[in-house]
Nanobody, 126 residues
Framework: QVQLIESGGGSVQTGGSLRLSCAAS??????MGWFRQAPGKELEGVAA????????VYADSVKGRFTISRDNAKNTMYLQMNSLKPEDTASYYCAAGSPYRCGTYYSRPRARFDYWGQGTQVTVSS
């Protein structure tokens, strides 16, 4: 059983930065992703990494502002979030699994990713 533990959420003003971390108990999957859910909205894919080659994909809404990365030595994935906007306010979740076509991570993620973190809140004020 893989455990994912997130940290790094918080409150910032518009334009600020945060770095989320997702510590994994094991690396046995090919796709890791970040997702977010705002109150009253559906789960949204933010970014994902195909771990065999560290290939990354991003949602259009965060492209150029967010960066997904990982440190193999620490079994930890990161989401660096810059130029934050109020619309980025949400609970952020990391997930891991081996879904077919990591590039379509945003489609039916709850069904396709095997492991999920508990979530961390990000609040951006204007």
């Amino acid at each position: 059983q893989v455990q994912l533990i997130e940290s790094g959420g918080g409150s910032v003003q518009t334009g600020g930065s945060l770095r989320l971390s997702c510590a994994a108990s094991a690396y046995t999957y090919t796709c890791m992703g970040w997702f977010r859910q705002a109150p009253g909205k559906e789960l949204e894919g933010v970014a994902a990494m195909y771990t065999p080659v560290n290939d990354t994909v991003y949602a259009d809404s965060v492209k150029g502002r967010f960066t997904i990365s990982r440190d193999n030595a620490k079994n930890t994935m990161y989401l660096q979030m810059n130029s934050l906007k109020p619309e980025d306010t949400a609970s952020y979740y990391c997930a891991a699994g081996s879904p077919y076509r990591c590039g379509t991570y945003y489609s039916r993620p709850r069904a396709r990713f095997d492991y999920w973190g508990q979530g961390t809140q990000v609040t951006v004020s204007s």
